[in-house]
């Protein structure tokens, strides 16, 4: 994700805004209340989960938190947990009103006292908690970055579906097969997927492992077992040590795959992460994993519109500090994980000459567990665009049946910014927990109006 010479690193975070869902009231004066302090009474307590943290080769690993309450401070306990489960409690971290603070990972663990040194691993989990009258209050999320080798990776803590992770094996019947899909692809040839599964309950869950080639044919299986509380940490083994970037390379790219994981536990009691790896070309980009389609609402179909705004394409503004002779290219692949076939539309949307404009992207055919590459770089290329572009897709059929992964990298395959898609449509307000513009880190936030006319957006920075 950045050049080895001069380190940069850059957040992008993509807003898609939708109409409001009303329209506001003016004010006469006469009628205004002043705001009433809320305190709370319930103080229940909440705990989010992140399924990865690295340490391993020059990984370091950073926890970003973030207090969404603008009246109040809170408190917050993080604990690290080793792949073999053992529990680190850290410090409390103490969170002023609409403050972030982080958690230096690779400095705990040089701090770990002794009844945890015995335990200490170079991967594992995490839990944020708090307690307050709602879930929510406290946000984090997962840094991972290597610098040497140009690799990063950023996980959200998760919140429990059922409102509580930890599962007694005794009051509560097994499971049924909970199963989750997965989009993989590859840069170069070097280029290898790798999963993490963190076990937040106390009992083990027998997981199983499908890696299927982009026509949805079984390629790879595997069966293992994840030990109450423990991390496993498995690379799929994808890619081959091969010299050179060549026109097989480009074919690897064109050819996605696809990951099934399933076991036998609910979706809260197994965190699945995991990532995209060329440490030789620098490249790095999250997997996107998730919950399937459901099987019994195969037979619906609703339209489903999405966009993925900010995809940087050609050369940069001078002042965002890319290295002169950068261009950009964009990519989309997509995987289609339900049980019919989707015809995927698409455009692109861009400014010339201060007036947005519109393409047509090629319509894009997926055959049931089929996974496709869009080449949205050749369709635009005839424009000469250089800066950044909104890409927007729609299909009709089952919502959750399509995996995607948006985003561009450069021609050296060093600078990966992945964009993550949105719903377009009516939506409530939009946050970011966290920015940065200090050593070398900067933040780039990317704003895409999806309706026919003018939208009002106040920006709030704290």
Known sequence: MRNRALVVVTAITSVVIGARSDAATPSNGNDRQLPTVYTPTKMNLYTSYCGLWRTDASYESTIRLSNQLAISGIDANVTLFMADGTAYALPLV???????????????????????????SSYGSASVSYKYDWQGVVYAFMSILDIPRSLQYSY?????????????????AMPAMTTEEGLIWRYSRQSDAFLSFANTSNRPINTDI?????????????????????TVLINLGLGKEEPGLGAEDELVRRTPAGVRVSFDADSDSLQIVGGIEDAKYGYSANLPIGPGPDPAKAGDATTNSFASAGVMVGAQDPMMGFPEKLRFEPYAYFRNAGT???????????????????????????????????????AIRSLGLNGAVTLAFSYQGQSGALLVSTGSVDQSGNYVFAV???????????SSIFWTT??????????WNSQDEPQDV???FQ
Not at 210 to 229: C, I, K, W, Y
Not at 340 to 363: C, H
């Open 210 to 230: 499908t890696v299927l080639n982009g026509d949805g044919e079984v390629s790879q299986v595997r069966h293992f077992s994840v030990p109450a509380m423990n």
């Open 94 to 120: 103490h969170l002023d009103k609409s403050g972030v603070s982080t958690v230096d990972i690779n400095a705990a663990l040089a701090a770990a006292p002794d009844s945890v040194r015995p335990h200490l």
């Open 458 to 460: 106040l920006f709030t």
């Open 438 to 447: 200090a050593n070398g880190f900067d933040t780039m936030y990317s704003v």
């Open 340 to 378: 019919r076939a989707l015809q995927l539309s698409g455009k692109v949307f861009y400014v010339r000459g201060g007036k947005t404009q519109s393409m047509d992207l090629p319509v894009l055919e997926l055959r049931p567990n089929q996974a496709r590459k869009l080449d949205v770089a050749d």
């Open 420 to 430: 993550m898609p949105r719903a377009t449509g009516q939506s409530a307000s939009k």
């Open 156 to 172: 959200p803590f998760m919140f429990p579906m059922n409102g509580s992770m930890q599962m007694d094996a005794k009051s509560k």
